[in-house]
């Protein structure tokens, strides 16, 4: 069974680099045709696409993020991680990982991590 955990971010403030990194269990994170996703749930919203990172180190990002977000990985610790820069109050969220069949496209994704609080505060 395939299992994904997303760190605590702790204190993050205005202007600030959001880190988190998620770490892979039961299965590779370069396993061919598989795509290593970040969502974002904002309070009374939907879930919000950011970017992924696909089993051949590819990455893609949603465009309205795009200027701030950057996706890496770290194969031999089998995890990925997302930086999000200058943030502000608008970027709290309940932020998830989650491998997905294809990007972009959440109902191909079959293995979520429980999602972390990210909060940001002036």
């Known amino acids: 069974q395939v299992q994904l955990q997303e760190s605590d971010p702790g204190l993050v403030k205005p202007s600030q680099t959001l880190s988190l990194t998620c770490t892979v269990s039961?299965?590779?994170?370069?396993?061919?045709?598989?795509?290593w996703n970040w969502i974002r749930q904002p309070p009374g919203k939907g879930l919000e696409w950011m970017g992924c990172?696909?089993?051949?180190?590819?990455?893609y990002y949603s465009p309205s993020l795009k200027s701030r977000t950057s996706i890496s990985r770290d194969t031999s610790k089998n995890q990925f991680t997302l930086q999000l820069t200058s943030v502000t109050p608008e970027d709290t969220a309940v932020y998830f990982c989650?491998?997905?069949?294809?990007?972009?496209?959440?109902?191909?994704?079959?293995?979520w991590g429980q999602g972390t609080q990210v909060t940001v505060s002036s």
């Open positions: 990172i696909a089993y051949s180190g590819n990455t």
């Open positions: 989650a491998r997905g069949g294809n990007r972009v496209v959440v109902a191909t994704y079959d293995y």
């Open positions: 039961g299965g590779s994170i370069t396993t061919n045709d598989f795509y």
